[in-house]
């Protein structure tokens, strides 16, 4: 079953208002004069029941896509309460959650079993914000749910008679100023005051069309709950001024009219309703049709950008029942569709690998006398003598540094370390200024000497100091250092003497030195 949407109930589209012996459905369309038009004005008996009267209207095209659902006034309660206190800009789900409790002592039923939307209601600066609450029980909205999802109808929301009456009243509106609106009905009067398309108040008068026509004595209690009701609206709605009360004509309206203006201080007028809505051919005979059916266009017609009442409740529709034996017919077959599945596969698998063997076969063969051809080419070919006898060289020259190297360490007790880790720290740790001219080893006692020489004695300590931190003289000591200038030799002198004046002297003074390390023990 197609499942109901959700759509906006801004734009145009298909009401549909129930009535105890009937179906009311009007559509709208976009008119020649650019004005909204009602393309539809409908009744169909309700036969069968609703669910089959829904069926036959969608199989007929009457109910083609989005459709709106009016409820009836007793299906519902219109509150108004004062606004939760919510962030700016909150979710309507959540104002609607707060409203919900806000009512639950307003409400005639259980607010926890029902529908509830809300909207805001403009407050003059300085006083408590207020909003327009509606209530309408689950057991109230559950079977008109249900009906349209039985009948495929896509159902887009479901709103009540004062917002379709504020639909239509608005496109009569001045900017920032209130309108009145009275319809006379068969089934009674309503009367909606709204200004920039919200609507701020309403009220019910038990007082029908045919009322009217039948008693004029009737006009004086209509007067009166219009006195109270404008009344009321001034008083709580100060800062809003009330321009006009249009009056939707009935039978005798101008008699009607006429008392009303003559006892009302606001501006009386009838409205004309073909100034601001095509209604075609369809309402144009009868005054009574058209209020009868105004309820349904405001429906139809949508609220524009203002604020809406929905009571659609998608958690009330019919949860479909899933073990069927269609359902377990169609299951039945998937499985077995299922099993087959991977038979099938595993078939076309193997054809498809004989099929790419047999074109891989001659590639192989092509490729097994290519290498036979390479072996034969291959024993073909005899070794080079100079690069065989290069090849020996340089084994036996690796055949000796091995050697070499397998004798020093023979000749090194293990405990004091490699020759190599020695060089590498003494190159890594000798500073600029100091150089090294000879080192030897004691292979039995671990003692190691190293002589060199130096322009500044005073890096002889610091040269010593830096060789502690190396790993590989780590745990060792430095002692014996001897330290000789090298131009207070016996020979320095005569160097001097036999060097001329003119002559540049020779290389910069410098000293030697020699330097004796142990293992452990000993003076530093």
Same mark, same amino acid.
């Given at each position: 079953?197609?499942?109901? =949407?959700?759509? =906006?109930?801004?734009?145009?589209?298909?009401?549909?208002?129930?009535?105890?012996?009937?179906?009311?459905?009007?559509?709208?369309?976009?008119?020649?004069?650019?004005?909204?038009?009602? /393309?539809?004005?409908? =009744? #169909?008996?309700?036969?069968?029941?609703?669910?089959?009267?829904?069926?036959?209207?969608?199989?007929?095209?009457?109910?083609?896509?989005?459709?709106?659902?009016?409820?009836?006034?007793?299906? +519902?309660?219109?509150?108004?309460?004062?606004?939760?206190?919510?962030?700016?800009? *909150?979710?309507?789900?959540?104002? $609607?959650?707060?409203?919900?409790?806000? %009512?639950?002592?307003?409400?005639?039923?259980?607010?926890?079993?029902?529908?509830?939307?809300?909207?805001?209601?403009?407050?003059?600066?300085? $006083?408590?914000?207020?909003?327009?609450?509606?209530?309408?029980?689950?057991?109230?909205?559950?079977?008109?749910?249900?009906?349209?999802? /039985?009948?495929?109808?896509?159902?887009?929301?479901?709103?009540?008679?004062? %917002?379709?009456?504020? !639909?239509?009243?608005?496109?009569?509106?001045?900017?920032?100023?209130?309108?009145?609106?009275?319809?006379?009905?068969?089934?009674?009067?309503?009367?909606?005051?709204?200004?920039?398309?919200?609507?701020?108040?309403?009220?019910?008068?038990?007082?029908?069309?045919?009322?009217?026509?039948?008693?004029?004595?009737?006009?004086?209690?209509?007067?009166?709950?219009?006195?109270?009701?404008?009344?009321?609206?001034?008083?709580?709605? =100060? +800062?809003?001024?009330?321009?006009?009360?249009?009056?939707?004509?009935?039978?005798?309206?101008?008699?009607?009219?006429?008392?009303?203006?003559?006892?009302?201080?606001?501006?009386?007028?009838?409205?004309?309703?073909?100034?601001?809505?095509?209604? @075609?051919?369809?309402?144009?005979?009868?005054?009574?049709?058209?209020?009868?059916?105004?309820?349904? %266009? &405001?429906?139809?017609? @949508?609220?524009?950008?203002?604020?809406?009442?929905?009571?659609?409740?998608?958690?009330?529709?019919?949860?479909?029942?899933?073990?069927? #034996?269609?359902?377990? &017919?169609?299951?039945?077959?998937?499985?077995?569709?299922?099993?087959?599945?991977?038979?099938?596969? *595993?078939?076309?698998?193997?054809?498809?690998?004989?099929?790419?063997?047999?074109? %891989?076969?001659?590639?192989?063969?092509?490729?097994?006398?290519?290498?036979?051809?390479?072996?034969?080419?291959?024993?073909? +070919?005899?070794?080079?003598?100079?690069?065989?006898?290069?090849?020996?060289?340089?084994?036996?020259?690796?055949?000796? !540094? *091995?050697?070499?190297?397998? #004798?020093?360490?023979?000749?090194? *007790?293990?405990? +004091?370390?490699?020759?190599?880790?020695?060089?590498?720290?003494?190159?890594? $740790?000798?500073?600029?200024?100091?150089?090294?001219?000879?080192?030897?080893?004691?292979?039995?006692?671990?003692?190691?000497?190293?002589? &060199?020489?130096?322009?500044?004695?005073?890096?002889?300590?610091?040269?010593?100091?830096?060789?502690?931190?190396?790993?590989? #003289?780590?745990?060792?000591?430095?002692?014996?250092?001897?330290?000789?200038?090298?131009?207070?030799?016996?020979?320095?002198?005569? $160097?001097?003497?036999?060097?001329?004046?003119?002559?540049?002297?020779?290389?910069?003074?410098?000293?030697?030195? &020699?330097?004796?390390?142990?293992?452990?023990?000993?003076?530093?």
């Amino acid at each position: 079953m197609k499942p109901l =949407s959700r759509s =906006s109930l801004s734009s145009p589209a298909t009401a549909i208002r129930l009535n105890p012996d009937r179906v009311d459905v009007v559509s709208m369309g976009g008119g020649r004069s650019g004005l909204p038009a009602v /393309s539809r004005v409908e =009744s #169909f008996p309700l036969q069968d029941g609703l669910v089959n009267t829904l069926t036959r209207l969608r199989r007929g095209g009457r109910l083609r896509g989005p459709c709106r659902l009016l409820l009836a006034p007793g299906d +519902y309660q219109l509150l108004t309460a004062d606004a939760p206190a919510l962030p700016a800009g *909150a979710p309507q789900a959540e104002l $609607r959650e707060a409203v919900r409790w806000k %009512i639950k002592d307003m409400a005639g039923f259980p607010v926890a079993a029902a529908g509830i939307d809300a909207q805001p209601i403009p407050a003059q600066p300085g $006083r408590q914000a207020q909003v327009l609450a509606v209530a309408a029980a689950h057991a109230a909205l559950r079977p008109l749910i249900e009906a349209c999802q /039985s009948a495929r109808v896509d159902l887009a929301g479901i709103t009540i008679p004062e %917002i379709a009456q504020r !639909n239509v009243a608005r496109l009569f509106e001045t900017p920032d100023r209130a309108l009145a609106l009275l319809v006379c009905g068969q089934g009674g009067s309503l009367l909606t005051l709204s200004c920039n398309g919200a609507l701020y108040s309403s009220r019910n008068l038990e007082v029908s069309a045919a009322d009217l026509a039948r008693d004029k004595s009737l006009y004086e209690r209509v007067l009166l709950d219009l006195q109270r009701s404008l009344d009321n609206f001034e008083r709580n709605f =100060s +800062y809003l001024s009330l321009q006009r009360l249009l009056v939707l004509p009935v039978p005798g309206a101008d008699d009607f009219i006429k008392h009303l203006a003559g006892n009302l201080y606001q501006p009386v007028e009838a409205l004309n309703i073909r100034t601001a809505l095509d209604v @075609g051919p369809f309402l144009t005979a009868s005054p009574a049709a058209l209020a009868d059916a105004l309820p349904a %266009i &405001g429906a139809a017609l @949508g609220s524009g950008p203002a604020p809406d009442i929905d009571l659609f409740d998608p958690a009330l529709q019919r949860t479909r029942d899933v073990w069927t #034996f269609r359902n377990l &017919g169609l299951g039945l077959a998937a499985a077995l569709a299922l099993c087959a599945l991977p038979a099938g596969w *595993a078939q076309w698998q193997q054809a498809e690998a004989a099929r790419q063997l047999r074109e %891989i076969e001659p590639q192989l063969q092509a490729a097994r006398d290519e290498v036979k051809q390479l072996g034969a080419k291959v024993a073909g +070919y005899k070794p080079d003598a100079a690069l065989q006898r290069e090849l020996e060289t340089t084994e036996q020259r690796l055949q000796a !540094n *091995a050697e070499v190297l397998a #004798f020093l360490r023979k000749s090194q *007790a293990p405990q +004091y370390g490699e020759p190599g880790d020695w060089l590498r720290g003494l190159a890594r $740790r000798i500073p600029d200024g100091l150089w090294l001219t000879g080192f030897s080893f004691n292979a039995e006692s671990g003692a190691l000497e190293l002589r &060199g020489r130096t322009l500044d004695p005073r890096l002889i300590p610091e040269y010593v100091r830096r060789l502690k931190d190396e790993p590989a #003289f780590q745990g060792r000591t430095f002692a014996a250092l001897d330290i000789v200038d090298a131009e207070a030799g016996p020979d320095a002198a005569a $160097r001097r003497a036999n060097t001329p004046a003119t002559q540049p002297q020779g290389p910069r003074r410098y000293f030697e030195f &020699g330097l004796t390390s142990s293992p452990g023990g000993g003076r530093q």
